[in-house]
């Protein structure tokens, strides 16, 4: 990595967004935990039929808030046998409007290293989810300035990002990828030839957590956001 | 707008695609036809709450199924003063999951207009929605060989159009919009200097109703998609 920053042959740095430049996963997870407070559920099983739920809705509801509420909905009806109260469901729906009201919180320096890095290359924002609450995040940020692109897309997969640089014109070799999810922001990015920093957030969903051994030699991974001025400046 | 074309102005064709390219509106009807039954509810009360939820969602939900099935969540909740038996509740989430489901019902003679066009002129899709939904529904519809650019917005306004038409570097006046609503395919579009053609779907969900009389000089009303060669050639 170091030799590549030093030949300049990056042109392009892509960003996730969520739990990678504001938080994220901690809306999730206090959501989850006041809905098992909601539902007298205080047992990991309600955790486990939860991500069973999501997993398996994933393919026809994608990723974000609408669905996880409509999934956190369908497993508090299945778990409780039926019996939940009607109000819960309420409650839940409550919950999930105050989850797409809810403010940005930055990671601490992502507004310095994204200053510093757009002042010598081309910034992309890759973010997965629902279009509208992206859009919404994005310009709640108040960090869209620092980026010459954005793409919010349904899926990070290698044609995504292979489909994102074709457009570009950039080949993988000269684009670097940042982001919290060794699955969807970096394994994909390795595997067409593209470079990967990986800064793992301190709450990672399940559904992304894949093994990293056999890739280590092939990406770098920080601490904070902040460090990235130790690889590339 | 018979001038427009003889002049050979027109570089870019936008088509709208719910309710434009394939039947959409249908899905939704039923669907809530099938609540009230579930329910009980005959009254055009219900139609009336739900209409209300819609729109007062709308600004954090955004268009689409999942934000449609979480309104008619709370507005059966919410109608039934909270006495609704808790499975219909999973009857409506089933409803939902079916409708992402759907197959897709293209209009009839669209296949072989966007064929006509696609050799003439540049044609790009434009739409509104869930981001995953819609791009099934493009890939289901199998007409995405047609398109040179597709776009999934979650608005469209003046301004959706106008960052379109700069992105592509295309004036106002060498463009035309093609779609079911006048709000949302034809008057932003007139608005910003373009050109539309209104062509009505059969139903048109409440929100997007708006007066056109005004604007009557302004743009083509057509009964059917196959009439717009009558138009454009």
Redesign the interface.
Known sequence: MQNILSNHEIKLIGFDADDTLWKNEDLFFDAQNKIKNILKQKSNKFDEDLLKTEKL?LD???YGI??F??SL??TS?KT?D???N??S??QI?KL??RM??APINLIEGVDKILSTLSKKYDLILITKG????Q?RKIEKSKLEKYFKYKK????KNKQTYQNILDDLMIEPQNFLMVGNSFKSDVFPVLEIGGNGVHIPYKILWEHENIKTSEYSKKYIKLNKISDLTTVIN
Chains 1, 2 share one sequence.
Request: hydrophobic share 45%.
């Open positions: 809705n026809i509801y994608g609408k669905g509420i409509l909905i369908e009806v409780s039926a019996t939940i009607i109000k469901i309420n729906i999930g409007k797409l009201k629902d279009l509208l609450d859009e919010i897309v349904s899926e």
